[in-house]
């Protein structure tokens, strides 16, 4: 019998653990080397990516940025405003549609809007508004670019006056951007602590989403209530730019008051200082916006910084920020607003020859002759009308008699035209005042007379832009480029005509202020008109029409229905009255009648009463409207 065999024996085997220890030690360095290049990967990548899940904004790449709208070709451009272009972009990964804005290199205005964007773009979250998503920056070519949502119907401005939507020439549609709108300010003003005033409420800062839902946009001039009360300071005698304290406004005493006119404004003094400088931080512009945007202490300083200072206020001119950077930047605004051909509609009626106002003792008349380009379709003005002289004798009389004879051969051919205009039923404005003595006049316009002082800024505003153009043909002639090619309105400080006058002189700034925006827009909205519409080509021969004061008339003739656009379909006639109703009061001379913007949803929505007309625009004689509830049954006019 075989014995057993019993295996050979093994050398003792060394235990496992000892062999496991720098294996697994090895492997969990390794691991967390790693983990380690892991995160650094994506540190360092982060900048390349979107950060989709934080609230924004977010830091976009600038190459993705530059793909996505195919190295920001014209045939991507949207629109260009006062800071730059705006451009379509679509994002692959994640798919996103985008508008993407371009800041203009070295512009001022630009700089301070990127900020100003970035500090608002976290803080606003509602349906009415649309806010900056996110930014970027190309040191390189020192571009700034802020990200929005893609609203792909661009902007009311667009729709309204260039494109003529036909989905606009529906009331109800006219009706729900109003509310919007409305809505929109309603959050900005009341459900944000501190309130936001946005500071540029008008046409091309609507935005109109697929379907035209409307979101307001742009907070570039935007600022917090409690800065604004605290922090602006308005500098009598300041005129000569030594006061230091940046952004702060200096006007003529003489010319102070709530009804200042724009040359006074057009005096506004600032500082040298530049942003970075009130700041503190001395790199260059995109650089240091860089540093802003991406860094927490540092957007924390631009906050404190914006509550210190109110910057933005300053003119992109620096020293040269008087009455010339005001001129130019009217001028561009007019530049915009002339067409070369000639109005279809009544309401513009007079037409101009040219003439020099250059002079200081014939600025103050200007205002007059300025009435006289003033007309508007108003019945009630034919007796008036007979009683005046002709426009021309009384231009050759008392203000160009020299002129009239060096142009006599030029102003016969334009006889014709002011024929026409003759013709037409003229409206004066002002017409009282043609009969009042001049010392009177000059005394009520420095008592601050209650007559309309959204008539007396506007023709102020006009006379600014008479004497402005003969230093700025370019832009007045109306050569400039248009729809898409040109800023709507370059908002240094908010936008002629939608400004409300207390701000254009150095008042107070409130909500009140975007109000008074509101119900002008309200007016273009119902009218399908511009606030100030200029017409003409060559400059020499433009004619205006002031959309404010052809409201007021109207209102005191009870014809309100009149102002409503013709090419509006379907008409909800009680819903257009209380639209222009609503209007009126948001424009009154003082920001304390105007209403908040919770009562204006109330009383669009219906939730309060209509309101009655202001006692300025009311109808005379004196017999109220009986403007009764729009909840209750229609209005009689
Ligand atoms: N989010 C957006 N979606 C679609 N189009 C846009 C968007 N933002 C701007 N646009 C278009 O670009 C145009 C220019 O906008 P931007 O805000 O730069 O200038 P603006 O409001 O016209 O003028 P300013 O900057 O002087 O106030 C707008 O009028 C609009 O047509």
């Known amino acids: 019998m075989p014995s057993r065999q019993f295996p050979p024996q093994l050398p003792p085997q060394p235990p496992h653990h000892s062999l496991l220890l720098p294996i697994s030690g090895s492997i969990s360095v390794a691991f967390s080397i790693l983990l380690l290049l892991t995160f650094c990967f994506?540190?360092?990548?982060?900048?390349?990516t979107v950060v989709s899940d934080s609230k924004p904004p977010h830091r976009f790449s600038y190459s993705a940025l530059r793909r996505s709208t195919s190295s920001f070709s014209p045939s991507r451009r949207l629109g260009h405003g006062g800071s730059g272009s705006v451009y379509r972009g679509t994002l692959k990964n994640p798919s996103k549609d985008l508008a993407v804005k371009v800041?203009?290199?070295?512009?001022?205005?630009?700089?301070?809007?990127?900020?100003?964007?970035?500090?608002?773009?976290?803080?606003l979250d509602s349906d009415y508004i649309v806010s900056a998503i996110g930014f970027s920056s190309d040191q390189k070519r020192r571009r700034m670019v802020l990200v929005y949502e893609l609203m792909s119907n661009g902007s009311l401005q667009d729709c309204l006056f260039h494109r003529k939507c036909s989905e606009l020439m529906e009331w109800k549609k006219r009706f729900e951007i109003a509310i919007e709108i409305a809505k929109g300010l309603e959050y900005l003003h009341h459900d944000c602590d501190p309130a936001v005033i946005?500071?540029?409420?008008?046409?091309?800062?609507?935005?109109?989403?697929?379907?035209?839902?409307?979101?307001?946009?742009?907070?570039?001039?935007?600022?917090?209530?409690?800065?604004?009360?605290?922090?602006?300071?308005?500098?009598?005698?300041g005129l000569d730019g030594r006061d230091e304290d940046n952004g702060s406004i200096g006007f003529d005493e003489s010319?102070?008051?709530?009804?200042?006119s724009p040359e006074s404004f057009a005096r506004l003094s600032v500082s040298e200082k530049s942003p970075e400088m009130v700041l503190g931080v001395e790199t260059s512009p995109p650089?240091?916006?860089?540093?802003?945007?991406?860094?927490?202490?540092?957007?924390?300083?631009?906050?404190?910084?914006?509550?210190?200072?109110?910057?933005?206020?300053?003119q992109d001119s620096g020293s040269g920020a008087e009455s010339g950077v005001v001129k130019d930047y009217v001028m561009e605004w007019i530049g915009n607003e002339i067409k070369k051909?000639?109005?279809?509609?009544?309401?513009?009626?007079?037409?101009?020859?040219?003439?020099?106002?250059?002079?200081?003792?014939?600025?103050?008349?200007?205002?007059?002759?300025?009435?006289?380009?003033?007309?508007?379709?108003?019945?009630?003005?034919?007796?008036?009308?007979?009683?005046?002289?002709?426009?021309?004798?009384?231009?050759?009389?008392?203000?160009?008699?020299?002129?009239?004879?060096?142009?006599?051969?030029?102003?016969?051919q334009e006889q014709g035209s002011i024929n026409d205009a003759n013709n037409s039923e003229n409206w004066w404005p002002m017409e009282d005042e043609l009969n009042v003595d001049r010392k009177k006049k000059k005394k009520r316009s420095r008592n601050s007379s209650p007559r309309s002082s959204v008539d007396w800024w506007l023709d102020g505003l006009s006379a600014?832009?008479?004497?402005?153009?003969?230093?700025?043909?370019?832009?007045?002639?109306?050569?400039?480029?248009?729809?898409?090619?040109?800023?709507?309105?370059?908002?240094?400080?908010?936008?002629?005509?939608?400004?409300?006058?207390?701000?254009?002189?150095?008042?107070?700034?409130?909500?009140?202020?975007?109000?008074?925006?509101?119900?002008?827009?309200?007016l273009v909205l119902v009218s399908g008109r511009r606030p100030l519409q200029v017409t003409g080509s060559p400059i020499s021969e433009f004619k205006r029409a002031n959309l404010l004061s052809w409201a007021r008339n109207l209102a005191r003739a009870g014809k309100l229905l009149d102002l409503v656009d013709q090419s509006i379909q379907i008409l909800d006639k009680k819903q257009a009255l209380l639209c222009i109703t609503i209007a009126m009061l948001c424009i009154q001379k003082l920001p304390a009648c105007r209403p908040s913007m919770k009562e204006v949803v109330g009383m669009l929505s219906g939730?309060?009463?209509?309101?009655?007309l202001p006692v300025e625009f009311s109808p005379s004689p004196p017999s109220r409207v009986p403007f009764k509830s729009y909840k209750k049954g229609p209005v009689s006019f």
């Open 103 to 123: 800041m203009d290199v070295g512009s001022l205005q630009g700089e301070r809007e990127y900020q100003n964007e970035l500090s608002f773009a976290g803080k």
């Open 341 to 412: 051909e000639r109005p279809k509609s009544e309401w513009i009626g007079a037409s101009s020859s040219s003439g020099q106002i250059g002079k200081k003792s014939e600025r103050k008349k200007s205002r007059k002759r300025l009435d006289w380009w003033t007309t508007m379709d108003d019945d009630n003005n034919k007796k008036k009308k007979e009683k005046r002289r002709p426009a021309r004798e009384w231009w050759k009389e008392e203000y160009c008699e020299e002129l009239e004879k060096k142009k006599k051969k030029k102003q016969k």
């Open 255 to 260: 010319n102070s008051g709530p009804n200042q």
């Open 42 to 48: 994506r540190k360092l990548t982060k900048k390349r």
């Open 287 to 314: 650089e240091t916006v860089e540093a802003v945007a991406s860094s927490p202490r540092a957007a924390l300083a631009v906050e404190k910084s914006l509550s210190r200072k109110d910057w933005w206020w300053k």
């Open 464 to 522: 600014e832009l008479w004497r402005a153009r003969r230093n700025s043909h370019d832009s007045a002639s109306g050569e400039m480029a248009k729809s898409g090619g040109c800023s709507s309105t370059p908002s240094t400080r908010g936008t002629v005509c939608y400004i409300a006058p207390e701000y254009g002189c150095g008042g107070e700034i409130s909500e009140k202020c975007d109000v008074y925006s509101f119900g002008v827009l309200l």
């Open 607 to 612: 939730e309060l009463d209509s309101p009655q």
């Open 198 to 237: 946005h500071g540029d409420v008008k046409p091309s800062n609507i935005l109109l989403d697929l379907n035209f839902n409307a979101k307001i946009g742009d907070f570039g001039l935007a600022r917090l209530k409690s800065e604004e009360q605290c922090e602006i300071a308005v500098v009598n005698g």
